[in-house]
């Protein structure tokens, strides 16, 4: 787009400076336009070439022999402030004179190209010359960051969305972003959307559900591809950390605890630790013990530490009155 402002400001400038000089300048200028009209000529050539280069053999292509070029002191007029071609008087040829990318000069312009004249005197000639710039697959996709971070809860729905960063590709056309790819995982599928503009966005979508017990974090990697030859990508890395929730019960380490107790043991004599744990996190994984209710009031008898699941004698055993049987069934629970 700013090679299309120059290209205006110069006409303008050729216009103002025939006024400006009288009749004499004016019917040489108007003489020029006519010869315009005769000889254009139009080169595509890839950006980037190097310095040197020959773009074309301007003297055969505008029927003009090596003599003339010299007599008439062949050169470019440009009103560019870069002087992107050489004009080799001796050969006749134009040739890449400063490096050209086409992103610099045309941005997402397509196509792009730039204009300038050759010039011989004696009599005046003025040849406009084109010279597009094709594209090449000098840019790969980039992302702004190179990690991105989530937190997902486990209870997260299925087809949950979780909008990812977009990449940017200065190239244009094939050469230009193509695609995502997100590493292959259990949990999330991508759906690529194209914005009105025509540039393309993706999403992870939950597909199956999360498990922060199976798998606390999860490591993916969203990968943005052109379509040029060879193909160029990006890569974001994408870090999902996901939240508890409390969808685990404790358990206990064992089914069956036994333990004996002789008779007569005093109060706060020791008999078994229960352990239960829960692999839930933070408040959803802490447990506190406590004795199921009893119909015959046997947990009476025993005291049980909320906090260590350790079990003492509560009050003094007498089996004889209080069963019959030495065994006694106790139900613990934890929460
Ligand atoms: C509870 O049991 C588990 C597995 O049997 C064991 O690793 C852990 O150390 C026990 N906890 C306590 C407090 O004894
Ligand atoms: C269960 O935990 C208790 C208390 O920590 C321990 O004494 C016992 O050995 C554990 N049982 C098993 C099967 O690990």
Known sequence: MAFKEH???RGVRWRLSGRLRGALPLFIFQFICLNQAEAQIRYSIPEEMKKGSVIGNVAQDLGLDLKRLRSGRARIVTGENIQYTELKADK???VVNERIDREELCGDVTPCSFTFEILLEKPMELHPVTIEVLDVNDNAPTFQNSHLEFEISESAALSSRFVLESADD???????LQNYILTPNDNFILKTHVNPDGSKYAEMVLQKPLDREAQPRLSLKLIAVDGGNPQRSGTVNIDVNILDANDNSPLFNQSVY???VIENAPKGTPIVTVNASDIDSGSNGQITYSFSKSKAGIADLFDIDEATGNIYVAKE???EKDKKSSELKLKIKAD
Request: aromatic share 6%; glycine share 16%.
């Open 7 to 9: 290209h205006r400001d």
């Open 92 to 94: 006749g040829t134009l």
């Open 170 to 176: 200065a190239d244009v056309g094939e050469n230009g």
């Open 258 to 260: 036994k333990a004996t």
């Open 317 to 319: 055993i007498d089996f």
